[in-house]
């Protein structure tokens, strides 16, 4: 149903590569996201929450070298254990919290990254302006639905995004104490869409500002486009909801030969997309070309 949009939704839609390394370990763990680009003048839409981290990042890493300075200052200190905990509680680097996030846009430009991001005041919306490249590696760009009141209960969508992330090119840099990209490991990851129904519409303050999905949007795919078959934009996955069922099981099952006993409390995840019609809305607040139809 969705063969050749998908193929066209995927020359306008690019992955957001994150590898982030948590406080008190080197392991490195990669993520994604998504962006799709509007038009040949370097604009690309994705959500404001993915906006957030990529403006982020360089403020976080500025709180962990400020941090690492005062560790080092307590190092070899009468009570450092009791100083280092104190530290940490002051900072807020514990466990599990994030100390390092770097990113990468993928095949999105040639030369060197200049971007400007926009972030709408309350949705879940941000535009990205590339700016300063030798060349934009997008030539094919959407269209947004014109025809607003056609998004009905029913109606057919496909996602796509990059859930899955599997670039390698990564590493923990013990000398450094830090996360670096690598010129060796695998560089791309494979995009992945996944179909749904509209179910419902998403209302605040009696205006429709989304719609709801009968399948999650996945991790990965935030900031990706919500598309039919003739690949015309209806909308932009921002995120999951999850709905009690109220199916709860306790109970004895058999599994081979042994007897287990099983507890579940189900949920149906549903998709959250922004609506077209606040994308648009945006796009033209902040002078934007797109095109309709």
Known sequence: MFVS????????????????RYYGSTEVHAGAATLFFINSDGWALTCRHVAAELLGTDQLLARYTDFKAKRSQIKGQKKEKQLLKELERQSGFL????????WNVMNCIEGQLHARIIQHPT???????????DRLLCTEFPIFAEDDPQLKQGKFLCRLGFPFPE??????DAASEKIVWTSTG????PRFPIEGMVTRHLINDNAVIGFEMSTPGLRGQSGGPAFDTDARVW????ATSHLDLSFDVDADVMRGAKKTRVRDHAFLHV?????????????GANGVSFRTG
């Open 271 to 283: 998709g959250q997309c922004v609506h077209v019609a606040l994308l648009k809305e945006f796009m």
């Open 235 to 238: 909308g932009m996955q921002a």
């Open 167 to 172: 670039f390698t090119n990564y590493t923990y």
């Open 95 to 102: 466990l599990g919290v994030p100390v390092e996030v770097y």
């Open 123 to 133: 949705l879940d919306i941000a535009l990205i302006h590339f700016q300063g490249y």
């Open 5 to 20: 949009a998908i193929e066209r939704a995927t020359a306008f839609t690019r992955p957001i590569h994150f590898i982030t």
């Open 186 to 189: 695998r560089i791309d990851t």
